[in-house]
């Protein structure tokens, strides 16, 4: 529920200080440079937002997120969201690594 609460207010954000935000004109971008801004995105909010109890439970969130109505409009499995995941947070923790070394 907190997330949720803070993905509202996050988005409700963005639409107040991007007024055309939810306009139409944003169609012009192609599918790999939407996703590029999207893995960016995510990466920085599982950095920031990523706790050790939430990798303990890594399987049952992935169980959990292959349900969302998003995931089954693509087909999206488990197996690929975990592998998703994997890439993701080793990036992550290369990244962090870097930064501490």
């Known amino acids: 529920?907190?997330?949720e609460k803070n993905s509202f207010q996050s988005t409700l954000k963005v639409s107040l200080s991007f007024p055309n935000?939810?306009?139409?004109?944003?169609e012009k971008m192609?599918?790999?440079r939407k996703g590029e801004i999207a893995l960016a995105a995510?990466?920085?909010d599982v950095r920031k937002e990523m706790s050790l109890r939430d990798i303990a439970n890594i399987k049952r969130n992935i169980g959990n997120a292959v349900k969302e109505p998003e995931m089954v409009a693509i087909n999206a499995t488990a197996e690929e969201l975990l592998?998703?995941?994997?890439?993701?947070?080793?990036?992550?923790?290369?990244?962090?690594?870097?930064?501490?070394?």
Request: with cysteine.
């Open 1 to 3: 529920m907190e997330r």
């Open 21 to 26: 935000f939810c306009k139409k004109g944003g």
């Open 30 to 32: 192609d599918e790999k």
């Open 42 to 44: 995510k990466k920085a």
């Open 83 to 101: 592998e998703l995941v994997n890439i993701l947070l080793r990036e992550i923790f290369e990244e962090q690594m870097k930064k501490i070394s």
